[in-house]
């Protein structure tokens, strides 16, 4: 009754007598074995650990990377000289705001691009610093796993 009810606890229950049913409080008395979990090797957990980095550096790059583009898009646009010889308003470069206006919409936009850029690099940092390493700390003294 209690394995239907809740699977996880009754597979992490200690051993204890059971019935043919696996309900421990009804029938007769036979022992249940524990499932355990083998440990993970140090290849699968610096391979998850690699991934996970990899990721993180991938989105950081794409972040600080579109920040970058349009910080330089909005620059170039504010900066760049113009090349306009006819300074005719109805029919020649007109009065000159366009690129103005680009460049205050472009600038806002590249900060607000920046955001991701530093949230993801502080994730990448943190990760960094939780990176496996083969000599750890263990009872009794130092552990070395490769």
Known sequence: MLGAL???VAAAAPLGPANELGDPMAGPATMMPTPT???ASTDEIYQKWSAKRR????QTGVSAGL????LGTGLLALFAPSVCRDPDPD???????GRFFTAMTVLPASV??????IVFGVRLHRHQKQRPVALQAGPGGFVLRF
Request: hydrophobic share 50%; glycine share 12%; net charge negative.
């Open 37 to 39: 979990l083998a440990p």
């Open 6 to 8: 809740l699977p996880e």
């Open 55 to 58: 990721k993180l550096q991938i």
């Open 112 to 117: 607000v691009a920046t955001i991701p850029a």
């Open 67 to 70: 920040a970058v583009a349009l």
């Open 91 to 97: 029919f020649g470069c007109g009065e000159g705001y």
